[in-house]
């Protein structure tokens, strides 16, 4: 089983920083893609980062560009976000999603497994 955990959310003042991790375990295929979400209330979810194993390929959302760098430790299969420059709009539930065999894409259906989520909350 397919399993995806979240960690590192929590409670920043704005211009501030928070790292993301994402722990992936019970998968088997060689290559996929592992995406960051994001949704905020009362909108769609957003698709913020991702790294295609495949040939190491990113991709970043213009709202984040410059300010997030995603990372994987293959050893741990675990990703990560590191999150500065935070601003009030990127508070969200931020969520890691993977899908086998597959480059990055933005469209949150093609995902089959999603973590739990982990709250960001920015303040002003």
């Known amino acids: 089983e397919v399993q995806l955990v979240e960690s590192g959310g929590g409670l920043v003042q704005a211009g501030g920083s928070l790292r993301l991790s994402c722990a992936a375990s019970g998968f088997t295929f060689r290559n996929y893609a592992i995406h960051w979400f994001r949704q905020a209330p009362g909108k769609e979810r957003e698709g913020v980062s991702c790294?295609?194993?495949?040939?190491?390929?990113?991709y970043y959302a213009d709202s984040v560009k410059g300010r997030f760098t995603m990372s994987s430790d293959n050893a741990k299969n675990t990703v990560y976000l590191q999150m500065s420059s935070l601003k009030p709009e990127d508070t969200a539930v931020y969520y890691c999603a993977l899908v086998g065999w597959m480059p990055c894409t933005t469209a949150a259906d093609e995902y089959d497994y999603w973590g739990q989520g982990t709250q960001v909350t920015v303040s002003s």
């Open positions: 790294i295609a194993k495949h040939d190491g390929s990113t």
